[in-house]
């Protein structure tokens, strides 16, 4: 799907047309009855304080308090239209670019995890700010037509210069507009920088301080935060250079106007009444003026962060997707054929039904490129050969099919703030949490905490440790009971007493004629219980057997498993 800026700016004001005409309404309504106070007042003062008519003076009276009632109403009712319309859009894009963020099919926008954190939480609110400033510019031009007006049946030479000088001051305005465009886009993408790597940062804090590298990061940070600093400043200077033109211009066509009244009443042309209505409506029209110039810097911050939104939500898919439905368990159910990507050249490699093969990978760039092959996240193009699930190629099938055979539970363990058991269910019976748990040997985990399977993780389970957490992962990929499971050093955080118990209660976990299970390792107790290991080197399978016999005859296995 192709979308631009223009595209979402357009969308938004489609999608929240009804609103949108409501609050245009009330808010025209409020603006040509604020023009209509200054041509009130000159009245009352024609028509009843110098004719000391007292009857009308009581009538003009009831008539500003009818007036100034419609024009608080009108302005309560329609601001109300508007704040509800940006709200709902808002969050509306915020659902549809999350939508994105967890689509298994993965996007190209090109986008870290914090810059898609920015776009959701501040890119969608100023985009959705085009609903409140195309109604603000309507009902502001409402008023300018209604001052116009007024002000030609005074006199035409003054509303002919009301029509012909503010026209002149919004093109000069318009002339700003793309300047704080770029200078917008600019602060956008500097403040989503800084929010990525601050999320990088605290994502890696563990890490970090094992390093003893927070000096390195915080120096890091400080760097894009000052980036992003610039960036609001820059953008800043702009805005107040457009807010100070329209402030001087405003005071220039008001001193004009009022000046050219002023002499016309000298003259005897107009009235008194009608000069304190020229000057009231004089000043008045600042206010328009001011509010366009506001609306044409508020359109200029909406384009910006529109076109971060349409990066997201005009993102083509990272990989594509079938429509074939789960084929029939195949004799082999995985078959991997002269696979080329990263490191990987030419690998080949069957897994039958019933059966657990052990892949030793010598070097880990390999294993995470085949990894990454088998949990579909590298998109067709991007590499060579072909992958079969039961016997038809892994393209043709529709994702969420492919991926009900074939679960994938990578090395990285991500956890989530909830229970124990929220984080291991993902909606399976209380009595398969309880075999996995077991299974995972993360029975004394839960037996440890006062809660049981109902203890709280915060954020990223970092109150268990890495082992635990290992663990957690490993029960949850075994509740799932996926046909096929690969597993990808799924315990390299736990002691050797642990690691034995989860290679023998693994096997017996996956015990089927139909299930088969990859577990790329380089631990000799879980390659020890594999009915058959793969060794793969230079990017290939180069040797296949037993953990037994590979160890007895081949020393680069050997020194590599045993330790």
Known sequence: MSLDAGGVLRRTIRDQRGRVAAGVAFLCLHQASEAMVPVAIGLTIDRAVAT??????????????????????????????????????????????????????????GMRDGELLSVTASDTEHAALVVQASSMILAACTALIVSAIALLVVDPVLGGGVLLGVPLVLLGLQRLGPLITRRG??????????????????????????????????????????????????????????????????GLLLAVIAGVAGW??????????????????????????????????????????????????GAAPLVGSGSAAAPPVAPDRLVL???????????????????????????????????????????????????RVDGVPVEELDLAAARGVVLVEPHDVTLFEGTLRDNIAAGVPDERIDAAVRAA????????????????????????????????????????????????????????????????RLVAARAGESRATVVVTSSPALLGVADRVAVLDDGRIVAEGAHEELAASDPRYREAVLR
């Open 441 to 504: 040997a993360a029975d004394d985990i839960v037996a440890s905490q006062p809660d049981g399977l109902d203890q709280v993780l915060t954020e990223r389970g970092a109150n268990l440790s890495g082992g635990q957490r290992q663990r957690v992962a490993l029960a949850r990929a075994l509740a799932a009971a996926s046909p096929v499971l690969v597993l990808h050093d799924p315990a390299t955080a736990v002691d050797a007493v642990t690691e034995s118990l989860i290679a023998e």
């Open 337 to 387: 054929t002269g696979i080329g990507h990263g490191g990987l050249d030419g690998l080949s490699l069957r897994v039958a039904a019933g059966e657990v093969v052990g892949i030793m990978v010598y070097e880990p760039k390999h294993a995470e490129s085949l990894v990454a092959v088998l949990a579909g996240t590298v998109p067709r193009e991007d590499y060579r050969g072909e992958i």
């Open 264 to 313: 016309f009443a000298i003259q005897g042309r107009i009235t008194i009444g009608e000069l304190v209505a020229v000057v009231g409506l004089a000043q008045f029209v600042a206010e328009p003026v001011q509010a366009l110039g506001w609306c044409l810097q508020l359109l200029a911050t909406a384009k910006a962060s529109a076109a971060r939104v349409a990066r997201v939500l």
């Open 185 to 250: 886009e600019a602060q956008q993408e500097a403040l989503a920088s800084a929010t990525a790597t601050a999320v990088d940062l605290v994502a890696g804090l563990r890490v970090l301080r094992g390093l003893g590298a927070q000096d390195h990061a915080a120096r890091r940070y400080a760097t894009a935060s000052s980036a992003a600093l610039a960036g609001t400043l820059h953008a800043a200077r702009a805005k107040g250079m457009q807010q100070g033109v329209t402030t001087a211009i405003n």
């Open 52 to 109: 000391s008519d007292i009857g009308a003076l009581l009538i003009a009276l009831a008539g500003l308090a009818l007036l100034f009632t419609v024009l608080a109403f009108a302005w309560r009712i329609g601001a109300r239209f508007g704040v509800v319309a940006v709200e709902h859009e808002t969050h509306r894009m915020r659902l549809e670019i999350a939508g994105r963020a967890l689509d298994p099919r993965g996007q190209r926008s």
